[in-house]
């Protein structure tokens, strides 16, 4: 039986949380599994929420996927304690993956003692979302959204509508990962840091959030409220501007029924610091991986701009300075988006990151419900992450 | 063959013994094991790791959120464990007053009991949502309070919150298990106790309960394990917030484990949940063995 043999192609697992179809992440792999004999991608879909404890286990029990996608806050803590394999020599080697085109947030969130041991896969960031029906029906120009803390507290005392429900500005507090995600940017545009969590700086960015919700600007619900409960109150008509992510634009398209925009996140004056939180997913692959090399070929051609530009189709922004989406949809957002990724920082890296996030967190609920003063729960904040960061400085 | 007859009784005790000791002691050790170690990601693979003595459990103990929550715990088992043989009680006995429908309502209840945590955390959620919310409405309807309440974000009410979800959730379960119990009383009892001039309250005193005892006493500790457990409702719901408020122990222990990474007291705290399950194991065991003993 003559003839040629076939290679058997080597089989990639992936886990990914990526359930809208429109995601780059399906396209590419169709792509790819067609366009080379070498490798077949065999993905897997984990929800977002159970990714890292699927991970844990898999690592516990030594069978770990080839490739997942990770949300960037944990990375550190995972390459920090050696289960993630170090890329840094590959890195070196690829033409598609060169870390001076990449933002420099997203780049950071992969790195750990100068190794690289993720690749960022996407990147997203927060920005006011307003109802520009609402700022019509209260006198407020829907061209001219709020560019300081104090005009959104203008706005936003001037949106409220106790009647009908409807609060001037809502956001997350809830006591989980999201909520300082959200507050962080207050955070850094107050000229205050994470290390400096006693300064009279981050006080004011919490009193600002505190004073909102007790003066009835804010629900007393955004306390328990996570993201997607926030745009929910957003597309009920039930906040007037709100924080949120790229990630909701498929469902504020399909499901608002007022005519959204989009603005950068207000400054405080004075201080003018623009300033965002970082979001997004990297690619890391698991130490134990039994097809690296096909994991990152993989990763490789998911970071080509090509693929890359797909991903504003769900609202996904490319973590690389050097693709812009040439016909976006919704265009508006996307301009807004891509301007705030420039001051968007990474959170962390630190491989505690969850314990200082959990400090903040505490703070940031005991100001909200009125248990502490800000300054005085950031206090305790400070003395919680001191230890921390004085075996590990941010 | 009379020699083989012991020689398979062995066989087959030993089967559930092997059962017991690989799918209930393992775990249960190695949890214990876990606890006397430092493990984090690095090391979770690795059977040997830094031993630590009594550490977690000193860290365990030292910290704010625990206190809280065992409180928070403890509370939240216990009026679980009340409401639910009370009102289960209850509405199996309505239920066994036999009028048309009665079989069909009784299964209806169920439903709520079959779906699946997060899907009930996510409807109350909703119900208790100070704006939009149901139960604000209905309360402020019928003018039963003013303002609204702030049931999920005030770290005062929140653990009442979801106790009353856990409470509807859990009780069908209860109900169910009571009304079979019901069921098995002999109907005869009852007809010769009204012969001699028993009331209702009566028949229900000395001839119901005494009938259900073993019952409600299942009952009162498959409930505590189940309410022990109950951490999915409650992360659908408030993610143990604010303030801790609303956190059970389990809760605590998954978030220690799985959002910081601390599998050693992670592993600690699941142990102070086990003790509590096993000593109320022990005492159903040992009142049951006493029931047998004196019936």
Known sequence: MAGPV????????LWHPFTLETDMI??????????????RIDARIVPAPQMVTELIKAIASGSVPDLVTLDNPVVASFSAQGTLTD?????????TVKPDVYFKGPWASGLWKQR???????????????????FKAKGLDPDKPPKTWT???DAAKALKDPAKNVYGFGFSAVQAEEGVFQFLPFLHQAGGAVDKLDAPEAAEALAFWADMVKDGIASRDVINQRQYEVTNTFMAGNAAMALCGPWELPRLQNEAKFEWRLALLPVKAGKDIAASALGGYNWVVPKGAKSADGAFRFIEFMSDPKILNEGWKTGRLAPRTDVTVADPLWPQAYAIYRKQLESARARGPHPQWPDISRAIQMAMQEAITGAKPPAAALADAARKIKPILAKTPL | MPGSQPALLYVFLALPVLYLVGFVGFPIAYNLMMSVQEVNLGNITEFARPFVGLDNYRTVLADESFRKVLVNTLLFVGFNVVAQIGIGLAVALFFAQGFPGAGFLR???LCSWMLPALVVGALWKWIFATEYGVANYVLQGLQLTGSPIHW??????ALTSVTLANIWFGMPFSMILIAAALTAIPKEQYEAASLDGA????????????????????????????????????????????????????LLSYQFSFNQFDFGTGSAMGSFAFLIVFAVALIYVRTLKHEEVAG
């Open chain 2, 107 to 109: 299964g209806l209840l």
């Open chain 1, 26 to 39: 399906h396209g590419g792999i169709k792509t790819f599994n067609e366009s080379q004999n070498d490798y």
């Open chain 2, 199 to 250: 009331g209702a309250g009566a028949r229900f005193w000395y001839i119901t309960l005494p009938a259900l005892r073993p019952a409600l006493l299942a009952v009162a500790s498959l409930v505590t394990i189940y309410t022990m457990r109950a951490f999915d409702l409650i992360f659908a719901m408030t993610q143990g917030g604010p303030l801790d408020a609303s956190n059970v122990l389990p």
């Open chain 2, 152 to 157: 999920l974000s005030d770290p005062a009410v």
């Open chain 1, 151 to 153: 005009e959104l507290l």
């Open chain 1, 6 to 13: 076939a290679a058997q192609p080597k089989t990639v697992s």
């Open chain 1, 87 to 95: 890329l840094t020599e590959r890195v070196a080697k690829s033409t």
């Open chain 1, 116 to 134: 690289i041991f993720a690749v960022p896969r996407d990147a997203n960031t927060l920005a006011l979302c307003y109802n520009a029906d609402m």
